[in-house]
């Protein structure tokens, strides 16, 4: 195990990067603590995959350098950093019987027999794959083949950290939550650094610690699932984490209140200061869970009109609409939705304010 550190890392693909597009990651320090475990979380081309492969050694920054327990790595090769690297696609041996395959990085470094066979059978009970051990991997389903490549990666006790380069891409989506589980509770019992790569923000918020996302090369924000959710930093945090994503109002201020489209919601007196010191283009976000719906007036409240209703079950995602703006209102299933005109509520302490996208903090 290893406590990982990027020391202003930063790398492009083009030989000679002129502006910031040359650059699939910008200059970025990032610690990750030895037995934690992280997502690396955020749209397709955003940079995730290039900085899993710059831990692993696959790729060798432009700029900066990646230390193991201070230890400065950026020169050595993925096998001396002793990394386990699952990827999207499986890497196995068809030839090979599935417990030759688990079996396979346990003889590369000499593991005694007795000792490699516990550990495959165990590895392979935790997968499932107990009752194919002694099939050849060739005629095994792609599902199969990707939970022998998940326990390639696993079944090594030794290694510094474990990465993962979205692993469930090609799992039958039944499997999926199953297998996320037991990747977990594998990371629990073993206390090994897991980094999983993913775009699918409920893969990520349900697996890791501590999230980072990524947007264009950058870190956006990193943090626990609760305080994404929570407190997103940025616009795009707020947009991407949450199911739907937190509605972004363009706003005004008017003495303690934000203003959307003429309606008045009033805010907490110290944001409203910090807000007007800072300065920008302004907006006041509050996630769907947190708005306030009903078809009576009340204090703090402004008009709207509910103007769709989508059941989904267990809850409903309501449109509201104010002027131009639509806001999404997640509301209890047991609860009845009002018609036609409502008026919409924005608790102070659940409501946002961002300049320039950013958090005002």
Known sequence: MARIHLDGIAHTYTPKAKGETDWALKHMDLTWRDGGAYALLGPSGCGKTTLLNVISGLVQPSHGRVTFDDVDVTQLSTERRNIAQVFQFPVIYDTMTVFENLAFPLRNRGVAAETSKARVEEVAEMLGLTSDLHHRARGLTADSKQKISLGRGLVRSDVAAILFDEPLTVIDPQLKFQLRR??????????????????????????????????????????????????????????????????????????????????????????????RQQGGRLELGIRPEFVGLSAQNGADAAPATVTSVEDLGNFKIVDARLEQSIVKVKFPEDREVPTGDAYLRFPPEWAKLYADGALVE
């Open 182 to 275: 037991q990747i977990k509770q594998i990371h629990e019992d073993s206390q090994l650094t897991f980094i999983y790569v993913t775009h699918d923000q409920n893969e990520a918020l349900t697996f890791a610690d501590e999230v980072v996302l990524m947007s264009e090369g950058e870190v956006v924000q990193a943090g626990t699932p609760q305080e994404l959710f929570e407190s997103p930093k940025h616009t795009f945090v707020g947009y991407f984490i949450g199911s739907p994503g937190m509605n972004i109002l363009p706003c005004a201020l008017d003495g303690d209140a934000a203003i959307v489209e003429g309606r008045r919601f009033p805010l907490g007196g110290e944001m409203i200061e910090k807000t």
